[in-house]
T-cell receptor, first 114, second 114 residues
């Protein structure tokens, strides 16, 4: 069964450094998402992406964050200058189409900012 | 704005006992409702979803959930819990429309004792 994959599984970085989290959505999916889960807290929506542009973003998704679909298969989340509070599990999700389709989540990337 | 409340942070049940996890949602229109399960260190796996139609939905692993519009609830049930069901369970609500970000509850951690 096709699945969403994410790399790396764990990323450790120094405060102020840039990080890029990578996701490969399911191949025929058209809608892409990033969520994050700070340890012990709930999963929070960051951004949705469709037709090569951001369709919605939360207030968490400030100017330090950006997303890109650089080719036909990858979907990336970039954090320009990481802060300690960016430490979290980041989940990528994708959906084929339509409002009734299900979002499929990847296994997550654990980001630790020191 | 949509929101989800899971009033039980932690539930402990004996193996073989029945289970009910509570979920209440707030959403102005007809909600799209989901239950996801997260095992330690793992991603989010969809257990079941409700979009319309029969208010009792069946999911994977023997789980079911019932949508009750009058109570704004979508409780998850399982008649006989197995030790492998120990995990964290998230109720979520999705907005209508193609982009459909998902808003998660804070989760209920299930412990199963022999």
């Amino acid at each position: 069964e096709p699945e969403v994959t994410q790399t790396p599984s764990h990323q450790v970085t120094q405060m102020g450094q840039e990080v890029i989290l990578r996701c490969v959505p399911i191949s025929n999916h058209l809608y892409f998402y990033w969520y994050r889960q700070i340890l012990g807290q709930k999963v929070e929506f960051l951004v949705s992406f469709y037709n090569n542009e951001i369709s919605e973003k939360s207030e968490i998704f400030d100017d330090q964050f950006s997303v890109e679909r650089p080719d036909g298969s990858n979907f990336t989340l970039k954090i320009r200058s990481t802060k300690l509070e960016d430490s979290a599990m980041y989940f990528c999700a994708s959906k084929r189409s339509g409002s009734t389709d299900t979002q499929y989540f990847g296994p997550g990337t654990r980001l630790t900012v020191l | 704005a949509q929101s989800v409340t899971q009033p039980d942070i932690h539930i402990t049940v004996s193996e073989g006992a029945s289970l009910e996890l509570r979920c209440n949602y707030s959403y102005g229109a007809t909600p799209y409702l989901f239950w996801y399960v997260q095992s330690p260190g793992q991603g989010l796996q969809l257990l079941l979803k409700y979009f319309s139609g029969d208010t009792l939905v069946q999911g994977i692993k023997g789980f079911e959930a019932e949508f009750k519009r009058s109570q704004s609830s979508f409780n998850l049930r399982k008649p006989s819990v197995h030790w492998s069901d120990a995990a964290e369970y998230f109720c979520a609500v999705g907005a209508g429309g193609g982009y459909q970000k998902v808003t998660f509850g804070t989760g209920t951690k299930l412990q199963v004792i022999p």
